[in-house]
Nanobody, 124 residues
Framework: QVQLVESGGGLVQPGVSLRLSCAASGRSFGGYAMGWFRQAPGKEREFVAAISASGRYKDYADSVKGRFTISRDNARNTAYLQMNSLKAEDTAIYYC?????????????????WGQGTQVTVSS
């Protein structure tokens, strides 16, 4: 059984940084792409960032490009999302997910396991 556990969320002021972690267990972590998605109150879930199984390829939503960085440590079975220059509009529950293949994808339905989410609130 695959388990994904996110951590690192919290309440922060605009402009600061947070790093989210996603610890995975249950299958070969290094064999699958990983992604981060978020869902704000009253809005649909949206893609944030994705990374290929090897870590070589990455993709970002336009809204976070240049501010967020996705990475992974296959030896530690953990994925990360470094979030800099946070804005109020980044407020959401952030979910990590593992894809069903090695290639990155921005499509939620191509991810087969999801974490429970971690709340990020950006407010002054």
């Amino acid at each position: 059984q695959v388990q994904l556990v996110e951590s690192g969320g919290g309440l922060v002021q605009p402009g600061v940084s947070l790093r989210l972690s996603c610890a995975a267990s249950g299958r070969s972590f290094g064999g699958y792409a990983m992604g981060w998605f978020r869902q704000a109150p009253g809005k649909e879930r949206e893609f944030v960032a994705a990374i290929s199984a090897s870590g070589r390829y990455k993709d970002y939503a336009d809204s976070v490009k240049g501010r967020f960085t996705i990475s992974r440590d296959n030896a530690r079975n953990t994925a990360y999302l470094q979030m800099n220059s946070l804005k109020a509009e980044d407020t959401a529950i952030y979910y990590c997910a593992t894809a069903s293949s090695r290639a990155i994808t921005i499509l939620g339905h191509e991810y087969d396991y999801w974490g429970q989410g971690t709340q990020v609130t950006v407010s002054s």
